[in-house]
């Protein structure tokens, strides 16, 4: 062993993990410093996961050692990880919606009052939590219902969870995948913060401009392997995208369909929940791809979820090809051939214990059926061709959504909406965790649909995909339209952040 790695804060060295059927990780080795941030990235199902499960006391491997301290340390349960002083942001949010955010932060470490009459110190956690929130500027009572916040704040709150039990590693997985720009920069402040305390980071994300912002190093995993390490001066997008991809790849994505003026989904007056003084209006022509942005919070989700008859509107009128539509419920939706691919993907999108060919299937299964039989033949062709257009890394369709990897989860409520051939199509943060390269598969998708005439809804808060995608843009700040840009000329960064935050 060398001086260097004698040093070091954490290793992790030879790690194998088989799934059944898979081989997730073949003899990986990570180190991480202290004070250090380092990247693990890589394409939708390399492994990031399962490895940081492993250091988290989630899986166990089948082979290698983790050393802390050069210590070897045995890491079989979350309890050992948490004692060890290894904290967990996960890529699938973890809280409990019908307690408050203090009462997450602190769930299943309750202080108590005293040793002797153990009950839970209240004040305590109060006090805790709201230290925390101000240390990552979050500006929210630690008496909040977590089922109230937006996901974004739910994120934050995961985050105030991990700071809680002054980890000495923290691992976030995609931390930043559902937070806003401003949210992604406070949180890379507090991370900052935390590398000069000494603490390791392994920050795994898919966004890789903000890996280059913040990373020190970069590991890249490929079909589970190590397939390259990064020093900091070579943190560009063409290392780590050759490293991820085992090839170059050469600039994906053309804008290509014209949007006719033909209106398709015309939205009057419309009244979303919650928000009786602010109607909506906006159209969506064939083939135009119409990008909702604003700040995370502004009541995008909302507004499609109203829209998808998921909440019901207090109000107004929706007209599909020129014809009046009532939407009471998501299959009133679905009939009238509207599809919505959910930012939540395991609240609305997913059953995640089925199988992937009856997830892909579930929003159409009336039309797979003869007699009342299903026709699972048909079912099965049409997830192949999804599967096939999508990319989709699976073993087999008969597989449970549970065992695949986030981004390919995601993938399949894409597929799952497309194999109904929807006239309008919602997509709330449709790439939402999906690596570099099926981002691209999913904007040619896109590209496709508008093509053939669809009208498309996308919100995203991510800037280069609001403006690299879209036909025609309007922005949402506090529940209204706070503006529209029409032209490509005139999107830019800058238009778009002053319409959000409020600007004119
Ligand atoms: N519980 C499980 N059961 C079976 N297979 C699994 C399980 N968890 C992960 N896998 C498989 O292990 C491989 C690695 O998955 P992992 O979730 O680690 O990928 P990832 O790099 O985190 O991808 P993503 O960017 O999509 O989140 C995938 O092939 C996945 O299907
Ligand atoms: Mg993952």
Redesign the pocket.
């Known amino acids: 062993m060398t001086d260097q790695q004698a040093s070091c804060l954490l290793e992790m060295r030879g790690i194998t993990k088989y799934?059944?059927g898979?081989k997730?990780l073949d003899n990986v080795d990570i180190e991480l410093d202290r004070g250090e941030i380092l990247a693990v990235i890589?394409?939708?199902?390399?492994?990031?996961?399962?490895?940081m499960n492993i250091l988290g006391g989630i899986y166990h491997p089948d082979t290698g050692k983790i050393f802390l301290d050069e210590q070897e340390v045995a890491i079989d349960s979350v309890h050992r990880a948490t004692q060890l002083g290894i904290a967990f942001v996960h890529?699938e949010l973890n809280l409990s919606d019908n307690l408050d955010v203090a009462a997450n932060v602190f769930l299943g470490r309750e202080p108590r009052q005293t040793e002797f009459l153990r009950l839970i110190d209240r004040k305590k956690i109060y006090h805790e939590t709201e230290k925390i929130l101000k240390r990552i500027e979050m500006d929210c009572s630690p008496r909040t219902l977590v089922r109230d916040l937006t996901i974004g704040a739910q994120q934050m709150v995961e985050i105030a969870k991990a700071l809680s039990i002054n980890a000495r590693i923290l691992i976030m997985d995609?931390p930043t995948s559902s937070l806003s720009r401003n949210e992604a920069e406070q949180l890379f402040k507090v991370m900052k913060e935390l590398r000069l305390q000494g603490v390791g980071i392994i920050y795994i994300s898919?966004r890789l401009g903000e890996v280059k912002e913040v990373a020190d190093r970069v590991t890249v995993?490929r079909d589970?392997k190590v397939s390259g390490r990064l020093k900091r001066e070579e943190i560009v997008y063409d290392n780590m995208i050759r490293l991820m991809v085992g090839r170059d790849i050469e600039k994906f994505y053309h804008h290509e369909h014209e949007a006719s003026t033909t209106p398709v989904f015309e939205v009057r007056d419309f009244l979303v929940p919650g928000q009786p003084n602010k109607p909506i209006n906006f159209t969506i022509h064939a083939g135009e791809i119409l990008v909702v942005a604003g700040l995370v919070g502004a009541g995008r989700t909302e507004l499609a979820h109203a829209l998808f008859g998921i909440d019901e509107p207090l109000g107004g009128a929706v007209f599909l090809d020129g014809k009046p539509i009532t939407i009471k419920n998501p299959w009133d939706a679905i009939r009238a051939g509207i599809g919505l691919v959910p930012e939540d993907r395991k609240l609305h999108g997913l059953i995640v214990e089925m199988a992937v060919e009856l997830n892909t299937t579930l929003a159409g299964l009336d039309r797979y059926q003869t007699m009342k039989m299903i026709q699972f033949d048909q079912v099965r062709s049409i997830t192949h061709e999804m599967v096939q257009k999508l990319n989709i890394?699976?073993r087999n369709i008969n597989q449970v959504v549970?065992?695949?990897?986030?981004?390919?989860q995601q993938k399949v409520v894409l597929a799952k909406w497309l194999s109904l051939h929807p006239r309008v199509l919602l997509m709330d943060e449709p790439t939402r965790?999906i690596?570099v390269i099926a981002k691209e598969e999913i904007y040619r998708l896109m590209e496709q649909l508008a093509s053939q005439g669809v009208a498309i809804l996308v919100i995203s808060s991510e800037m280069q995909e609001v403006i690299g995608i879209a036909d025609r843009i309007i922005v949402m700040h506090d529940g209204e339209v706070s503006g529209e840009l029409q032209h490509k000329e005139q999107f830019t960064e800058e238009a778009v952040v002053s319409l959000a935050t409020g600007g004119k």
């Open positions: 799934f059944p898979v997730a890589g394409e939708n199902g390399a492994g990031k996961s399962t490895l890529q995609e898919h995993l589970g890394r699976l549970e065992s695949l990897s986030g981004g390919n965790g690596d």
